[in-house]
């Protein structure tokens, strides 16, 4: 879809920037030591640090890509709010008060407390900056999705304006400004969110788009069944079409391809059953797109070239209610039940894509419209990556328990949630910070439903971009709320990466310099040091935004999760609740974690596929997600080589305190 | 590098889970784990209209979510009276 941007959609993103830019030069007199930059002076109030930790966790994934994966594939999108959730129980009943007494600045800083190992910064230091990067690129490309529409830029410029902000933040006052920039934009999100949802109740169900100037699909038929054996298909006497075998090519064997007889033009429709008659079928519009195959050339949009204006195509806005219960063609305001309810008694038309490759090296993408069941749309296993739920095959189920053990055992391991703990007092505050944490991220993932389904049948979808789906929403509501919840959403992503370059710059500057290298610093040249890892953090975060632009943002933070429940948890939990634990066994559960996850990511179906334009079947690991195999290896390991490299008890310090 | 002895010098520094926390923490994983081995192993059962005429997938997961919230103000409320309260 091409977007334009609006006066008010630019003033409103200004306004949000400079707020996010004057609460960090404030704050900036609060960052000259060490102690403030990385840590905020360990004074933060609780509760302003438990919103913030919805801020930080609250990320591009959460808001773009649940609402994303919920408008396109319905349930499984809420399957990641309940595991994001999940993982917070991790964090408060486990790691919360621990973490906050052994540490000061860094994740290392807790697994080292009691080895005072060089080993442990290093690999720890390293995972820090793995999981940071790999978070950090679905925030970025959530970046470069939303300042499209918001400013009419293009990925690649929303992604460096992005970076360039985010590094002005973090190099003026670090943690300080993070925390109240993070602080804000939770409230914001969960308030704006709160009220979106009560508008898509106030306005109901309906079989008809509320945007009057949306396309309108067309529909041919009905015809009968015995149709699809002709060779002609005759809507009327202006109108006929030569049926063509092309859909043998297609894994959709109920998408049609006709050519029309009048100008020769090809075009692909989806086969459906009739509404009035189920004995009788119609056709359903399809959008294509014929990307080039040399650069430099314009894509082919619905037959004409992309742009604006009646001799240029562009794709058009989907999602619909296909039926509503009872025969209704409305049903006015709804609460949250009934609103559910309707949906799971539904059917809906619920937009999916095939690309086929052409003998002349463009590549077809189709996207359809398919009527899908409410309720399936409500049950697990509509994503592609969630098919196995639903298959037979062993291999195919775990992938989803995989992730769903990657989505719990992750949080709790993620850099910037945990320096977020040093923020506060003592570890009572980081306990009650966490629940307030608790409390407002799950208010908001009980949103998500209603936002991802609310978006689903808005008709305001673009089928070739699940990340823009809520800021699509919101336009439905009018241009105000658009540029309100696409500033958000903006400050979402400034917030996130924030964090996770202090994180990152934390990293280098504590466990990699000081720790490893052993270089002693002043106290103001940590500083230095750290605005400077944050620039170069900043700069390749940039880079892998740009590279990654087209992979849904949700499911690249399932990869962050993976590598950091494989490479952190095990050793942190084991280190506070194992007293066997070495400094070497550590330091290999880190490595193993980080390395095994790491490769099955990259070795994986989806990477195949979405990454390296291979065939998937070619993917040597039986399933895409490592969590299942790679956590467990991670504790295995760390048992192994401390049982192993525990032969003198008492030159082996303790990891319980207490012993 | 933090001194391990300061690390155990006061109550607030003890690195023990907490005995509520872990019974709470047993709790979730138990009922996570069920949501998980249902959604995998039974599927249909999901789709099955269960509380309120909503499916057992969409119940079971506002479950999830507002139990996680219960049991994090449960535990604060049982703590209450431990540790020094700060800001």
Sequence with gaps: ???????????????????????????????????????????????????????????????????????????????????????????????????????????????????????????????????????????????????????????????????????????????????????????????????????????????????????????????????????????????????????????????????????????????????????????LETQTIVSPA???????????????????????????????????????????????????????????????????????????????????????????SLKGIRSEKIFDKLNFISLMLALFCGTASLPHILIRYYTVKSPTCARNSTVVGIGSIGFFYILTLFLGLGAMVSGALDPTDSNMSAPLLAKNFGEFMFAVISAIAFTTVLGTVSGLIVAASGAVVHDLIAGVLGHEMEDHNKVKAGKISAIIVGILAIILGILFQKMNVNYLVGWAFSIAASANLPSLTLLLFWKGTTRQGIIAAVLVGMISSLAWILLSADTFKDVYGLPPEKSIVPFSQPGIVTIPLGFITLIAVSLLTRKNPELEPSANPNA | MKN?????????????????????????????????????????TMGSPYFFGLNLSVSFGFALICGAVVLAFLYTFVLRSKGPKGT
Aim: proline content about 5%; aromatic content about 10%.
């Design chain 1, 294 to 384: 040399k650069l430099g050339q314009k894509p082919i949009v619905n037959g004409k070239p992309k742009g604006k204006g009646p001799e240029n195509g562009e794709i058009w806005s989907v999602g619909n209610l296909w039926k509503l219960p009872d025969g209704k063609t409305q049903t006015g305001a709804l609460n949250p039940s009934q609103f559910l309810n309707i949906i799971q008694n539904s059917e809906i038309l619920l937009w999916t894509s095939e690309k086929l490759k052409q003998d002349d090296g463009t590549t077809l993408t189709i996207y359809y419209p398919k009527v899908t069941n409410g309720k399936d749309v409500l049950s697990p296993g509509n994503h592609p």
């Design chain 1, 1 to 283: 879809m091409l977007h334009e941007p609006s006066w008010i959609a630019i003033l409103i993103f200004c306004s949000f920037v400079g707020i996010t830019l004057a609460i960090s030069f404030l704050a900036a007199g609060k960052s000259k030591s060490s102690q403030g930059y990385f840590a905020a002076h360990g004074e933060v109030h609780w509760f302003v640090n438990g919103i913030a930790f919805a801020g930080d966790y609250l990320s591009a994934a959460s808001f773009l890509g649940i609402c994303g994966m919920i408008a396109f594939f319905g349930y499984d999108g809420f399957l990641y709010s309940i595991g994001y959730l999940a993982g917070w129980i991790v964090a408060l009943f486990v790691i919360a008060e621990p973490i906050k007494r052994l540490g000061k600045f860094t994740f290392a800083d807790a697994l080292d407390a009691k080895f005072d190992s060089r080993g442990i910064r290093l690999v720890a230091g390293i995972s820090t900056l793995a999981v940071s990067l790999f978070y950090l690129i679905p925030q970025m490309v959530g970046a470069g999705v939303l300042i499209q529409p918001l400013l009419g830029f293009s990925h690649e410029v929303g992604v460096i304006v992005v970076g360039t902000v985010v590094i002005m933040i973090v190099t003026t006052a670090g943690m300080v400004s993070t925390t109240y920039v993070q602080f804000l934009k939770g409230s914001l999100l969960v308030l704006f969110s709160l009220i979106l949802v009560v508008m898509i109740l106030n306005r109901g169900l309906s079989t008809e788009t509320a945007n009057k100037t949306q396309h309108q699909i067309t529909i041919l038929g009905p015809f009968s069944k015995d149709t699809l054996n002709q060779k002609e298909l005759i809507v009327n006497e202006k109108l006929r079409f030569t049926i063509t075998n092309e859909n043998k090519t297609l894994s959709s064997k109920s998408i049609l391809s006709l050519v029309n007889q009048r100008d020769g033009t090809r075009s692909f429709w989806r086969i459906e059953n009739a509404l009035e008659s189920p004995e009788k079928i119609v056709l």
């Design chain 2, 4 to 44: 391990p002895e300061n690390s155990t010098s006061h109550p607030e520094n003890e690195p023990n889970i907490n005995p509520v926390g872990l019974l709470f923490f047993l709790i979730y994983v138990g009922l996570y784990s069920l949501f998980i081995i249902l959604n995998s192993f039974f599927p249909t």
